[in-house]
């Protein structure tokens, strides 16, 4: 079975209620370090967004990404039992003022810099998307985007994934899922910004404009990273 993705974009709606430092602290501090105990959950890397080009859609700030065995793993017991515990009267205030889409994936390729360390690039260039012509469009990520983008100053990693469940709660209700944002993107730099002249580069080819015109539902980012956290191998 592939390895597999959770993702969790999550932001506060009503800071009346909650505050977003107090959502980050209760992730870093908490529940992130809680969930790498978890039977099948690997590396977790917290993320922020930068304001370094971020989409018209993007309006939840932070990104918690949760590298998986499988994604079996969302629908696991010990996993369940961390996810929906009963909750200190203080955290129970982070349910009913934020928002978090909950999407899982499973890995369709990883590529990175041969030498490259374990630990996560510090910045993240996040895109989601459809598309209507998958061998095409896998071509077109192993052939060309992906050799291309490896090659720009700072690059890392690449992981792209197909979309396998999602779910959006919005202050504890659960909302509808628009669109169909089959596929994801990954690509980990490290430094201060991106490569955008470069990256801008990659787009211009008559393969990424023939591409492009076959996207639907995109969402992109730049997320910097705010904390990398190792498994634990100790059972819940």
């Known amino acids: 079975m592939a390895p597999g993705l959770m993702l969790a974009n999550t932001g506060i709606v009503k800071p009346e209620i909650a505050t977003s430092e107090f959502l980050e602290q209760w992730y870093l501090d908490e529940h992130i370090p809680e969930m790498t105990r978890v039977p099948g959950c690997k590396d977790v890397a917290f993320y922020k967004i930068s304001t ?5 859609k993007r309006k939840l700030p932070n990104l918690a990404l949760y590298q998986l065995d499988s994604v079996v793993f969302i629908d696991s017991e010990p996993f369940k039992k961390v996810a929906f515990k009963e909750q200190e009267p203080d955290v129970q205030k982070i349910f009913v003022a934020f928002e978090a889409e909950m999407r899982g994936y499973e890995l369709i390729q990883k590529y990175e810099k041969e030498g490259a360390r374990a630990e996560p690039g510090t910045l993240l260039l996040y895109s989601s998307h459809a598309h209507g012509d998958f061998p095409e469009y896998d071509r077109f990520y192993r052939e060309e985007h992906i050799p291309m983008i490896s090659e720009l100053p700072g690059y890392v990693r690449s992981y792209r994934y197909k979309l396998t469940s999602r779910m959006i709660v919005s202050c504890g209700i659960p909302q509808p899922t628009p669109g169909n944002p089959e596929y994801l993107a990954l690509h980990e730099f490290n430094g201060e910004d991106l490569p955008w002249e470069g990256l801008g580069r990659t787009q211009a080819t008559e393969w990424s404009e023939k591409i492009s015109k076959g996207m639907g539902d995109l969402d992109w980012g730049c997320f910097r990273l705010a904390k990398a956290f ?6 819940l």
């Not at 190792?230 to 059972?235: G, R, S, T, V």
């Open 230 to 235: 190792p498994a634990l191998k100790a059972n």
């Open 52 to 56: 370094s080009g971020p989409s018209p």
